[in-house]
């Protein structure tokens, strides 16, 4: 059985205007350009008492060698959105939404994905090598992916036109 690796996640809450159509695009335009796997887990709207509730949660993975496949996993909620025309300069803009979001991404890596290390004997000199001689190639797999976290998370800040656009990194 492979290892998971997980790192820190980060979160970005919004309130105010978005286009949900945009966003998402933005998101699997970036996944793509990466070339990352888009594997979409749910994409729900539910109707609720004031608005409606959207929920996704996608993971994206990228193989980087045959032992080490970097994994992100998105998780995009939204509360209270409702339907509104934006006008701009006098003219209608667009049909855009209104709400509040919380989108969340954690970064993961995982170890001998193929399963090749995974008889007994293999399996203990695969734990001894994570363990000791590996510990800063584990390490510097799972900055890239943190970096790289990071980076779509200053792409959907952008698209949202939040002021703190930028990521620490």
């Known amino acids: ?7 820190n996640s980060t979160r970005i809450k919004f309130e105010g205007v978005f286009d949900w159509d945009e966003l ?10 990466k ?4 594997y979409e887990r749910n994409n729900v709207r539910k109707r609720e008492t004031y608005g409606y509730k959207r929920e996704l949660k ?30 701009e300069n006098g ?7 209104t709400g ?17 290390w995974n008889k007994k004997f293999k399996k203990k ?3 001894f090598m994570h363990k000791y001689i590996m510990q800063g190639y584990v390490q510097e797999q ?4 943190y970096y790289e976290m990071y980076k779509l998370q200053t792409k959907i800040k952008e698209e949202l036109k939040m002021e703190a656009k930028y990521s620490a990194y």
């Open 1 to 7: 059985m492979s290892e998971v690796i997980k790192g």
């Open 24 to 33: 998402y695009s933005t998101i699997t335009g970036w996944v793509f350009s």
């Open 35 to 38: 070339k990352f796997d888009y």
């Open 58 to 87: 996608a993971e994206i993975e990228r193989e980087e060698s045959g032992y080490v496949k970097h994994m992100l996993k998105i998780e995009i909620i939204s509360y209270h959105m409702e339907d509104i025309e934006v006008v």
């Open 91 to 97: 003219e209608k803009k667009k049909r855009t939404r």
């Open 100 to 116: 509040m979001m919380t989108i969340e991404i954690s970064p993961s890596i995982e170890l001998d994905w193929q399963d090749k």
């Open 125 to 127: 000199a695969r734990d």
């Open 142 to 145: 799972l900055d890239k992916i």
